[in-house]
Antibody
Framework: EVQLVQSGAEVKKPGESLKISCKGS????????IGWVRQMPGKGLEWMGI????????RYSPSFQGQVTISADKSISTAYLQWSSLKASDTAMYYC????????????WGQGTLVTVSS | SYVLTQPPSVSVAPGQTARITCGGN??????VHWYQQKPGQAPVLVVY???DRPSGIPERFSGSNSGNTATLTISRVEAGDEADYYC???????????FGTGTKVTVL
């Protein structure tokens, strides 16, 4: 069974750093792109970027380029999303997703990680 | 950048048919995918490649795509279909993934 299991909710202060994780299982982790999707409170879905764990090739949405870093450790089948200096506007639910490359859609979603940034 | 526009809300009585549109420039030339998100849950893929259903998704969910509009149709609507629905495409010109603005389906 394919699963994407994300790390737990985080509460941080503005200016702090953060790294959240997404562990894949039940499939060949290095054979599928993994993406991240943001959902701000009460708002819609926004694609942030994707990474191919096989070679760490990474693409970013222009809206998130330079704001976050996506990485992966294929030895432990885990992808990461990190911030070096959080802002209150980073408060959101973050989902990791598996990309079906041939069709360019997201067939499996993690359960989400809620990030709250507040002073 | 490529923009996908959905109506904010659609209301439908149980047993009737709900149609959710997704508008985009020449969207008929792209493959459109649809996700259902129930309150407090992660989204779930319900239609991919315009009209295909993943295993486990009821036949009541169907899709079509032509011209500047793609449509997700939910037949014989049930109370459990109440959710937000998002369309999504891959924009080949930018190599970016785009989500629609989302539609809240309310079952009366």
């Amino acid at each position: 069974e394919v699963q994407l299991v994300q790390s737990g909710a985080e509460v941080k202060k503005p200016g702090e750093s953060l790294k959240i994780s997404c562990k894949g299982s039940g499939y060949s982790f290095t054979s599928y792109w993994i993406g991240w999707v943001r959902q701000m409170p009460g708002k819609g879905l926004e694609w942030m970027g994707i990474i191919y764990p096989g070679d760490s090739d990474t693409r970013y949405s222009p809206s998130f380029q330079g704001q976050v870093t996506i990485s992966a450790d294929k030895s432990i089948s885990t992808a990461y999303l990190q911030w070096s200096s959080l802002k209150a506007s980073d408060t959101a639910m973050y989902y990791c997703v598996r990309l079906v490359g041939a069709g360019n859609y997201f067939d499996y979603w993690g359960q989400g990680t809620l990030v709250t940034v507040s002073s | 950048s490529y923009v996908l526009t959905q109506p904010p809300s659609v209301s439908v009585a149980p047993g009737q048919t709900a149609r959710i549109t997704c508008g985009g420039n020449n969207i008929g030339s792209k493959s459109v995918h649809w996700y259902q998100q129930k309150p407090g849950q992660a989204p779930v893929l319900v239609v991919y490649d315009d009209s295909d259903r993943p295993s486990g998704i009821p036949e009541r969910f169907s899709g079509s795509n032509s011209g500047n509009t793609a449509t997700l149709t939910i037949s014989r609507v049930e109370a459990g279909d109440e959710a937000d629905y998002y369309c999504q495409v891959w924009d080949s010109s930018s190599d970016h993934y785009v989500f629609g603005t989302g539609t809240k389906v309310t079952v009366l």
